[in-house]
Structures are given as structure tokens and as C-alpha cells.
């Protein structure tokens, strides 16, 4: 089980890598990076702190989630097993606030599942290394 494990873990942390570097640069793709700023917009909106009276800005909440993303994809991926398992929480953390927003927004299913499959397999992974 350590092997599905272990690929799980890797494809999981390159993913969020990749999607935080994505957030971060318009050298990885120029559309998403245009796309990813018009829907932070909207995220901001929905932020769940808002209720008690605070909304992010709308580019620095994108930079915040991008280096979040990043650095805790890396962890994942390159970091001994106690880093990976706050790593794994973040991300798990970072899902669940995606999911919020989503479902705030009343997004479609197919809009959520993305989410909902990451969130999954960081539960998955997190139950199977305890």
C-alpha cells in the first residue's frame, strides 16, 4: 500500500505546485492568470471571514492561495513525513475553503468536483498514514 500511497502524495503535491505557481505567474499561462483574477474577485466576495468584517483584497488573496498552494505542494512532495502531514492539513484546510466558496457562489457540480477529488484523496492519504 506504500507505493499508491507514496504516487498519490507525489501527483498530489505537483498538482498543487503547479496550480500555486499558475496563480503566481502569468508565465505558466498567461489565460489562467487572467482567468484566475477575475474569479478571485469573486472569491473575495464569498471570503467566509466576511461575516465578521473582513475581505481580502482580490490579488493578494490570489498570491496568498498561490504561495499556500506552492510551497505546501513542495512539501508534500520533497519533505519528511511530520511536514508532509501539515502540509496534507493545509492543503485539506485550503480544499474545504474552496469548496465553501464554490457552493457560495452556487457553482455547478462540475465546477466543484476538481475540489471534492482533491479533498478526497488528502483525506484518503491523511487516514492511511494513521
Not at 476538481?114 to 498514514?129: F, M, N, S
Request: glycine fraction near 6%; include cysteine; aromatic fraction near 8%.
Amino acid at each position: 500500500m506504500a507505493l499508491p500511497l507514496s504516487a498519490v502524495r507525489v501527483l498530489l503535491g505537483s498538482f498543487f505546485a503547479l496550480t500555486g505557481a499558475a496563480k503566481l505567474s502569468e508565465q505558466i499561462s498567461a489565460p489562467v492568470s487572467e482567468q484566475m483574477k477575475a474569479l478571485f474577485v469573486q472569491f473575495a466576495e464569498v471570503f467566509p471571514l466576511k461575516v465578521f468584517g473582513y475581505q481580502p483584497d482580490p490579488v493578494n488573496y490570489q498570491v496568498a492561495v498561490g504561495w499556500l498552494e506552492l510551497l505546501a505542494g513542495l512539501l508534500l512532495v520533497l519533505s519528511p513525513p511530520m511536514q508532509q502531514e501539515m502540509s496534507n492539513l493545509l492543503l485539506t484546510l485550503l480544499m474545504m475553503g474552496a469548496i465553501f466558496t464554490l457552493v457560495s457562489l452556487k457553482e455547478s457540480l462540475n465546477t466543484c468536483v476538481p475540489a471534492i477529488i482533491c479533498l478526497g484523496l488528502l483525506l484518503l492519504k491523511d487516514v492511511q498514514t494513521h
